[in-house]
């Protein structure tokens, strides 16, 4: 097969995932379309588990470990979305188009090209299309994919559509927590002077963001999501915040959570209840710069003729990373408006990242 047509093939095949909601915790339709790629192609052991996960083994020659890629099957998007796409001559637009239907198809992508090179690979090739990557999906299909091979593999290779030319080396430390106030409540005017869960909650807020945080390591605040309250005219008897902490230090993430937790309880008083509840936990990790995984990376990129950039994210590396497995992230092209409505990919690079990660996968285990 031509490269030309190998990419049409895949884009055409990126298209049609993307066209298949798959907000998290609802990815289950996707999940039964990869499970008949993988069908269709003729792999062994293809499974979903308990939690979503669909896995297929390409077996090798039995000389090394397995190496398990894995690329998310979720988005951010809600199910009523518009999932409409539309392609120009260097770039198809869709929502969830790169993060990551791309990433999805790539696992056939590999297969077609290793198919094509007609090489037995030393250890078998363990494909994963994961659930729960996104939001509060909380890592909870890579945790399963982590419980059930562990270390006895060759190495956890992560796949994004977008990004190409980084290696994620580093797992960013992410803790979120989902805050609530109740009070009394009562009418705005004849209850005047009662506390309101809202203003309650809207003191707490300014209290969080005067928190000083530093520069480096980098660490990050935001409130992403605030509610609560009946009418314009009661006083907000419930309210809500979610909160989300990152930081590149395990330590200072530690030590700002607990920052939090203490504003939260002196929030606290008897006509005032504040609770903060963890509804997220990332666990921080990290790949040496000089381990052979990522100076792997670093060489398939610059043969394609890329530049490679090491750098630090919250993806599904970050649950390898964190129990000291050998992990990276690697994508298959670039684009623009992740996580929008107005996402696109640009098809131009497609050939080179799949080489560079067909180049990955014969060679990991040199």
Not at 1 to 26: E, G, N, W, Y
Not at 95 to 116: H, K, M, Q, T, Y
Not at 331 to 346: D, K, L, P, R, S
Request: with cysteine; proline share 5%.
């Amino acid at each position: 097969m031509s490269m030309k047509r190998f990419v049409k093939r895949l884009l055409d095949l990126t298209v049609d995932i993307q066209q298949i909601p798959a907000p998290t915790f609802a990815e289950a339709r996707r999940a039964q379309f990869v499970k008949g790629l993988f069908e269709s192609e003729g792999l062994d052991d293809i499974s979903i588990d308990a939690v979503g996960n669909v896995y297929a083994r390409l077996p090798g020659d039995g000389q090394g470990k397995p190496l398990v890629v894995s690329a998310h099957l979720d988005t951010v998007f809600p199910i009523e979305t518009d999932l409409t796409s539309s392609s120009k001559k260097d770039r198809i637009t869709g929502p969830g188009i790169g993060d990551n239907s791309l990433g999805v198809a790539s696992l056939l992508g590999l297969i077609w090209l290793l198919r094509e090179r007609g090489e037995s690979l030393p250890g078998d090739l363990w494909l994963v299309a994961n659930v729960c990557e996104e939001g509060l999906g909380d890592l909870r299909g890579m945790r399963a994919v982590v419980d059930r091979f562990g270390g006895e593999v060759q190495a956890y290779l992560v796949i994004e559509g977008l990004s190409l030319g980084y290696i994620q080396h580093q797992g960013l430390g992410v803790q979120r927590y989902r805050i609530t106030a109740k009070t009394a409540g009562g009418h705005s005017w004849s209850d005047y002077g009662q506390s309101s869960a809202l203003h309650e909650l809207s003191a707490l807020v300014t209290h969080l963001t005067a928190i000083p945080l530093p520069e480096k390591p980098r660490t990050t605040m935001n409130v992403g999501r605030m509610g609560g309250g009946t009418s314009i005219n009661a006083i907000a008897a419930d309210a809500w915040l979610e909160l989300d902490l990152r930081s590149e230090s395990p330590k200072v993430l530690t030590e700002l959570a607990r920052t939090v937790e203490q504003l939260v309880e002196t929030a606290n008083r008897p006509e005032v209840r504040v609770e903060a509840e963890v509804i997220g936990q990332r666990p921080a990790g990290e790949l040496p710069a000089s381990h052979p995984l990522v100076r792997l990376a670093e060489g398939c990129l610059k043969a394609q003729g890329l530049d490679p950039k090491l750098t630090i994210g919250s993806t599904d590396a970050n649950v390898p990373l964190s129990r000291g497995f050998p992990a990276v992230v690697l994508g298959v092209t670039n684009g623009v408006g992740a996580h929008t409505t107005e996402e696109f990919i640009y098809t131009e690079p497609v050939e080179r990242g799949m080489q560079q990660l067909v180049q990955f996968v014969t060679r990991v285990w040199e």
